[in-house]
């Protein structure tokens, strides 16, 4: 029996990247409530391997046009439909058995909001007194639609750490919630009562996450297990896409330097940690801290073998080489770098400066270091230009990078959400606010977002194709795995040979049929025609490489 259970809910969507989805919001509010003598159990219900294929939702079934399957292909992208985590039964009887009286559920993304309340309202239907709250980005973001759940009782706008001690405190005294930061609740009339979200004015008077409660040995990999660490919160820029900075309701806040170290060294040393995932919007913002910074890692951690990571990207002008050399000295192997794109008319929409000298000259330090790097476009945009999109990715490809293509979808609380719903663009659901389920038909239609899509990843293949060049066929080995791996990369070539001949991008299913994907042929002849007019601008590329694909 507890206290107090926060919940992270299962998912449902096309694929999962498992390392992003650990619970650190939760397991900070976790440590501000046992900081205030509260007992706290986390159930995380992503904390489990099983998964099962389920049906697409309705508002989904269009997306069968686009993603179809199964293509065993090195070039495929995704067709199955999954629910990832434990099942709703698991969950309900697991709150049961918490006897909790106040239990806290997660909703980070619009796009999985739906689960959340559907976790709600099992909640309530196997715990009627309990107490429900609901955090996170979207209900601070949309808490009238939340509450419209009558399973949930309160909504905590802003950073729960503030806010959810205090709740409970107040709930254990039957007195009013109306002063509490951040608060939602219904009036007597059935009104919303909305207060501005909370936010920790000081993030070093607020302890360190309890990482007692994060199952770790679901989070692993290779080499160790994961944890991610926030050296701030919020953002300074104004990108019209992005929530996170497009309030003054959430200021950019840093953390010293030496509290972020004690949270690597517990994740390190107590619980096994090897990789390090910075989850910072900007995690290189001031030079001559991060600096230091590096350089405390560098000399605490010698010995460890950890690897850092910035997933959520990292701003090329903030970027110099005596850093890089530092980063690389740290662990960090790998660069992922927000590149946007580089038409001038698009970052004027998106409010972005151009960053494309500064990704240069952060990928020629890269490789003289031999760091790798991925370089984040955007695609799908409101008004933006699918022509211009392959222009991106042409732009990548003529630099030792990999391309990572996140489709535009319109995050609520951004003032581009603002610019969709005034122009009737929204998608008509909530779920479909995900890139997987290309969310907009603009001037680039679904069709041109899930073509740019597979050009990104037929440019990773050729990309690793270049850098293998021994697995171009998979004859002359004994080892059955190796064999079927050989097999599939050839497999590959030859749908890239006649990709480059006709411009249609082929699947293979299972029994080996070939067939065709739903794509716009004049985005993927842009991107022939762009191969063929620059030449030897893509030097890093083998010669034989783009001869062998382009072969007419």
């Not at 939340?146 to 405190?169: I, K, S």
């Not at 990789?275 to 560098?298: A, G, V, W």
């Not at 740019?452 to 060049?469: A, C, K, S, V």
């Not at 299972?510 to 739903?518: I, L």
Request: include cysteine; hydrophobic fraction near 40%.
């Amino acid at each position: 029996m507890v206290d107090i259970l926060l919940i992270q809910p299962p998912l449902q969507d096309f694929y999962l990247t498992v390392k992003r989805t650990i619970p650190h919001g939760l397991a900070c509010i976790a440590a501000s409530l046992e900081a205030a003598d509260f007992s706290v159990e986390i159930l995380d219900a992503m904390a489990t391997s099983r998964s099962r294929v389920i049906e697409l939702p309705e508002a989904m079934t269009g997306l069968q046009t686009f993603y179809q399957g199964p293509d065993q292909s090195p070039i495929s992208l995704f067709h199955l439909y999954r629910h990832f985590g434990y099942s709703l039964e698991h969950i309900g009887n697991q709150v049961k058995s918490a006897g909790a009286f106040l239990i806290g559920i997660s909703s980070l993304f619009t796009a999985y909001s739906d689960m959340a309340l559907t976790v709600a309202r099992r909640v309530r239907r196997v715990c009627p007194e309990a107490v429900i709250v609901m955090g996170g980005h979207h209900p601070t973001a949309c808490p009238e639609s939340v509450m419209a759940c009558d399973a949930v009782d309160f909504v905590l706008r802003g950073e729960g750490e503030v806010a959810m001690p205090l709740l409970a405190r107040v709930l254990q005294k039957q007195a009013s919630v109306r002063d509490i930061p951040g608060i939602v609740f219904r009036e007597e009339d059935g009104k919303l009562h909305i207060s501005p979200g909370a936010v920790m004015s000081d993030l070093d008077a607020y302890p360190l996450p309890a990482l007692h409660l994060v199952k770790h040995d679901y989070y692993k990999r290779a080499a160790g297990r994961t944890a991610v660490v926030m050296t701030s919160r919020g953002c300074p820029m104004r990108c019209s896409y992005c929530s996170m900075g497009s309030s003054d309701d959430v200021p950019y806040r840093s953390r010293k330097r030496d509290q972020v170290l004690a949270e690597i060294e517990v994740a390190v040393e107590r619980f096994g940690a090897r990789f390090i995932d910075f989850e910072d919007e900007h995690l290189t913002l001031n030079r001559k801290s991060s600096i230091e910074f590096l350089e405390q890692l560098i000399t605490r951690f010698e010995g460890y073998d950890l690897e850092f990571r910035a997933m959520n990207g990292l701003y090329p002008p903030s970027l110099d080489a005596e850093m890089l050399v530092l980063m690389k000295q740290a662990g960090f192997k790998a660069l992922n770098l927000s590149l946007c794109t580089i038409s001038s008319g698009q970052l004027k929409r998106f409010n972005r400066p151009d960053v494309s000298p500064a990704f240069d000259r952060v990928l020629g330090t890269a490789e003289e270091l031999g760091m790798d790097a991925v370089g984040y476009v955007i695609v799908g945009a409101p008004g933006q230009d699918p022509l211009l999109s392959v222009a991106d990715l042409l732009f990548l490809a003529q630099r030792r990078v990999l391309a990572g293509v996140s489709v535009y979808y319109p995050a609520p609380g951004s003032s581009d959400f603002e610019f969709c719903r005034r122009r009737g663009l929204l998608p008509e659901t909530e779920t479909l606010m995900r890139g997987s389920a290309l969310p907009l038909s603009d001037k680039t239609t679904r069709r041109d977002s899930v073509t740019l899509l597979r050009l990104g990843r037929i440019l990773n293949f050729m990309t690793y194709l270049d850098e293998h060049p021994d697995s171009w066929s998979g004859d002359g080995t004994q080892d059955k795995k190796l064999s079927q791996k050989l097999e599939r990369v050839a497999m590959g070539v030859r749908l890239l040979r006649m990709f480059f001949k006709d411009g249609r991008i082929r699947g293979i299913t299972t029994d080996g049929t070939m067939f065709e994907h739903v794509v716009s042929p004049a985005l993927t002849q842009a991107f022939i025609d762009g191969f063929e007019k620059k030449g030897n601008h893509f030097r890093r590329w083998r010669l034989e490489t783009l001869e062998n694909l382009m072969l007419r």
